[in-house]
């Protein structure tokens, strides 16, 4: 069996334009969103991040590329 060659980095996830994206810092593990600091996990430090609004008011879900990472409710700042 041969080794299979993954590359180095993974490619950016490309996020439909008008699409709410915000970047983790490199060196913190949260975004800005919303006046707020909100914190996700540390895997993805320095990582573009899509937030979308669920249909209960003040909710949204953070994903990288199709993969949910974090729920964010203005609500009660969690």
């Known amino acids: 069996m041969r080794a299979r060659s993954f590359p180095a980095t993974a490619p950016e996830p490309v996020y439909d334009p008008g699409k709410i994206v915000r970047r983790v810092s490199s ?43 974090a729920l964010i409710d203005l609500r009660n700042g969690k």
């Open 27 to 69: 060196t913190k593990t949260y975004v800005a969103f919303n006046g707020k600091a909100w914190r996700v996990p540390k895997a993805f430090q320095g990582e573009a991040l899509a937030i979308r609004p669920l249909e209960t008011d003040g909710q949204y879900r953070m994903f990288f590329a199709a993969n949910q990472v």
